[in-house]
C-alpha cells in the first residue's frame, strides 16, 4: 500500500473518534516484573511497605508503564501477525497499513498521579491528526494520537500524546 | 544480583537547584536478555527487538532496543535525582538513533528552566539525553517537568 494522499485520507476518517477500553488492574506482580525488566532497584517499584511510608496505598508502577504494553488483551493468534511480528488488525486502531513500516515517532507524557497496584485503569483513545509530510526518503505520515489513562471514579491518572509514523 | 533495596536517597529542594546544574549520568547496557524480558513483559511482538535474522531483513545490524525502553532509561534518570520527595510530571521523549544490545547509552541531563508554584513546591525543566558511548550519536532527546519540594 503505497502512502499517498489516499491512504491519508482514510486515515483521517477516524479523526476525533474516541476508543475506550478498560485494561483491568494494573497488579503488583506486573509493577514489579516492569520494573526488573528495566533494571530498577527503586523500592516503590518493590515493597509494599516502604510504599505506605512514602504516603501510596501501595507499590508504584514506574511512570512509563502503561504506555510501554503494547496490547491489554491476550492478542491475536500467530497466524494473525504481520511478517514484521505486528498484529495484523492493531497496531493503528484498524487503519490499513498492509505492507507499510509503523513506527513510533515520539511521545508526550503528563504523569497527573502516580498509578499504585490494584489501581483498575480504562484508557481513552483519540487519534487528534494526520498529516502527510515529505522525506528525505519519499512521503511519510505522521499520525497523532491522544490516550487518557483514568481510574474507576474517572479520575486523570495519565495523559499521553504519541505520534506514529507510516513509511 | 541488585537487592531491590538499593536505591540511593538524596532530595534536592526547589530552593538549593539552579539553571545549567546537571544530573548524575546514569549509564545502561542493554542486553538480549533485557530486550527479550522487556517485549515479553509489554507484550511487544514486534520481531524487530527479538529476532536478529529478522532485524538483518529491515537492514539493522541486531535486534533494537525498544523506544520505551529509552523512555524508561530517561525517566529513571529523572527518578533516582529527584528522590522520593519528587514528582515526575511531565516527558517527552524521541528516539532518533536506535541502539542494539551491547551498546553503552549515557542518560544525561541538565536544569534548563525553573518555575516557582504557589504553595511549598517548585517546578524543574530539564534538558536530557541518551547518548552511545562508542560514537557520541544522541540516540533519544527528551524534555522533562519534576516538581520538587521548597524545603525538604
Known sequence: MPVDEALLESIRTSIGIEISH??????????????RAIGETNPLYYD????????????????????????????????????????KEVQLEGLPTSGVRVMGGGEDMEFHVPITAGTTIVERSTMISAELLEGRKGQFIVVSYRHEFIDEAGKKLLTSTRKVLLR | MKSPISFTHHAPRFDAVRIGDRLPEIRHTPTRMQLFRYSAVTWNTHRIHFDPDYAVVEGYPDVLVQSHLHGAFLVGLCTEWMGAGGHLARLAVTVRRYAVPGDTLICSGVI??????????GVVHLDLRETRESDDAVCAVATASVALPLQS
Do not use: C, F
Not at chain 1, 478498560?22 to 520494573?35: D, E, H, K, Q
Not at chain 2, 534548563?112 to 513546591?121: F, Q, V, W, Y
Open chain 1, 22 to 35: 478498560s485494561i483491568g488492574p494494573i497488579t503488583a506482580l506486573m509493577i514489579r516484573r516492569y520494573a
Open chain 2, 112 to 121: 534548563a528552566g525553573l518555575e516557582r508554584l504557589d504553595g511549598d513546591k
Open chain 1, 48 to 87: 509494599t511497605e516502604y510504599a505506605r511510608s512514602r504516603g501510596h496505598a501501595d507499590i508504584v508502577a514506574p511512570p512509563n508503564l502503561v504506555t510501554a504494553v503494547s496490547r491489554w488483551d491476550e492478542g491475536p493468534a500467530e497466524q494473525d501477525l504481520r511478517e514484521d511480528g505486528v498484529p
